[in-house]
């Protein structure tokens, strides 16, 4: 069996039709959603690009692979699903973006070179390359933002579209009175981009996909990563005007969270793209560019689909959707992502199992707490492997795909955010360690710890699904706030390092040495069996405690 596993940057998980909107129309997200589950309660590990994706391709929480902010490296020797997938027999190939930055240093420490296969791997997340390109290629007065080649830009330059950097020119640029109106102005928001539709990013990955499905002979797993609906938040024609303001909603916020704030709350409502996103006439611009950059990678979807069903693949490959983080866009007076709210936390999960044993499941929503990391252990096990609980910290899925619901599945879910990159994690912690929050969701209530000797902040979703009310503003709610963070230090003591062992191999090694003559502690060795003894009993064939003469 293959693996499509297609991610979307910053895909909020109702933001599809399957999922309730009222006004997107996604009906490629939805055939997906008819043939398999749609996980309705899965949380990313950390609501960043960077640390949650890291979260996704090693199948650990950010504190375990350390790699918590964008650009921090994730280090060499940190497995990735890809190494667990090629143990099983499958190729694991990226198709798109990782966000990963190699660990220069391990490299060269370890004289791995990026010239090698398994140098190339570590510095591409564990993945082999069909392409990469993490389509974010702004540039200023200091150069690039990203240094590396785009793939997409070099394309875009053999089309004819002209300058040293198209995908800013054209590719996230309107135009106006003949002058580049850059993307990056949210007043440019509903302009058409100025590139022809084609030659956009999401048909561009969906071609090079194409390519490499056809190029295979199997087994395999692809990740294709798309950079939309990530900002610059503008999209070419015809999906610049399908939506307008009637389908904009109005902001899920209210006045009360801005009384009495959480100091590290307020830090994010005040900054630059909060406030931003508190102007009505930014949502009214930004939404519905947000709104046709989906639609056009729901359309894009349907191709892949498409090529599938044609050519009887969709029968031997698994399909799974989902988002490495959402988008406030406004919600509680925040734009971005980064805090804890259902629209930045919770992701879009959708998978297709095409084997008989999933028919049970087909077209029908899982409530379960899942996290992003379950993924990885998904995989493993769908290719038939064992999955290797000492390093893998999610959970196989596959048994709710079976329709079994495992007794022992998890309480809550976690996630975590390192705030100390940020302006204000100089402000408001003395030291960057402390620069920490962390989320723990039970699936109805939600307690965001905060490190630095700040309080929590506590919501409770069953009857404040608006997620408005922090309770732990004021007193009631002790006992609540202490269960929550009974799970949060059950989580702290997981054994989350030792990755060289397994239980089996702990298992095997209780009593080996025994096995091997290493006795000690004994007092006449009547404390173990017989047969332990075997190499210590027996007569002597010399005595060497009677003095000997030269005579003897």
Same mark, same amino acid.
């Given at each position: ?53 890291? =979260? ?101 330059? =053999? ?353 080996? =040495? ?14 173990? =069996? ?23």
């Amino acid at each position: 069996m293959n693996i499509l596993f297609i991610m979307y940057d910053q895909l909020r998980f109702d933001y599809l039709s399957c999922a309730g909107h009222p006004h997107l129309d996604t009906p490629n997200f939805d055939r997906v959603a008819a043939k398999g589950v749609r996980f309705t309660n899965a949380y990313c590990q950390s609501p960043i690009c960077g640390p949650s994706r890291m =979260s996704f391709y090693t199948g650990r929480y950010a504190s375990s692979h350390g790699a918590q902010w964008n650009g921090y490296p994730l280090r060499v020797g940190e497995q990735t699903m890809g190494d667990h997938l090629r143990k099983a027999g499958m190729e694991c190939w990226l198709i798109g973006k990782t966000h990963m930055k190699a660990d220069a240093d391990g490299m060269e420490r370890l004289g791995l070179s990026r010239d090698s296969v398994i140098g190339a791997r570590q510095a591409e997340c564990g993945f082999d390359a069909w392409i990469r390109d993490d389509g974010l290629w702004a540039q200023g007065p200091d150069g690039f933002y990203d240094e590396k080649r785009s793939p997409y830009n070099e394309y875009l330059k =053999s089309k004819g579209y002209p300058g040293e950097n198209p995908w800013a020119d054209y590719a996230n640029a309107g135009i106006e009175g003949g002058k580049v109106a850059s993307g990056w102005m949210f007043g440019n928001a509903d302009k058409p981009a100025n590139i022809r539709e084609e030659d956009s990013e999401t048909p561009w990955l969906t071609r090079q996909t194409l390519a490499f499905v056809d190029a295979q002979t199997g087994p395999w797993c692809a990740h294709v990563s798309y950079i939309k609906p990530h900002w610059p938040y503008i999209v070419p024609a015809p999906y610049h005007d399908m939506f307008g303001a009637n389908h904009v909603p109005a902001p899920t916020r209210h006045e009360v969270e801005r009384e009495n704030t959480h100091p590290i709350f307020d830090a994010f409502l005040t900054s630059r793209i909060s406030e931003a996103f508190q102007r009505e006439e930014v949502r009214q611009k930004v939404i519905p560019a947000y709104m046709g950059l989906i639609k056009q990678c729901d359309d894009q979807l349907g191709v892949i689909l498409d090529c599938l069903e044609r050519t009887g693949k969709i029968d031997d490959t698994m399909i799974v959707l989902t988002s490495d983080h959402g988008d406030y866009l406004g919600d509680h007076w925040m734009g971005e992502k980064d805090l804890f709210h259902d629209p930045s936390v919770k992701i879009p999960m959708i998978l297709y199992d095409p084997r008989s044993e999933a028919d049970a499941t087909r077209g029908t929503t899982c409530d379960a707490l899942v996290e992003s990391i379950d993924l990885a252990a998904t995989f493993v096990e769908a290719a038939g492997a064992e999955v290797p609980t000492h390093i893998l910290e999610g959970r196989s899925l596959m048994p709710w795909l079976r329709g079994e619901t495992p007794a022992d599945w998890r309480e809550a879910v976690i996630s975590e955010y390192d705030y100390a990159c940020r302006p204000f994690g100089k402000t408001l912690v003395q030291r960057s360690a402390d620069a920490r929050l962390f989320m723990v969701f039970d699936g109805r209530w939600k307690l965001i710890h905060a490190e630095g000797g700040y309080r929590p902040m506590l919501f409770d979703l069953e009857t404040d699904p608006e997620e408005f009310h922090d309770l732990a503003k004021g007193p009631g709610h002790e006992d609540q706030i202490a269960r929550m963070q009974g799970f949060l230090a059950q989580w702290g003591l997981r054994m989350s390092q030792r990755v060289t062992r397994s239980e089996s191999d702990i298992t095997a090694m209780r009593g080996r =040495s025994l096995r091997r003559g290493v006795l000690p502690f004994l007092y006449d060795g009547s404390e173990v =069996s017989e047969d332990l003894l075997v190499k210590y009993r027996g007569e002597a064939e010399r005595d060497f405690t009677m003095q000997e003469t030269g005579d003897d």
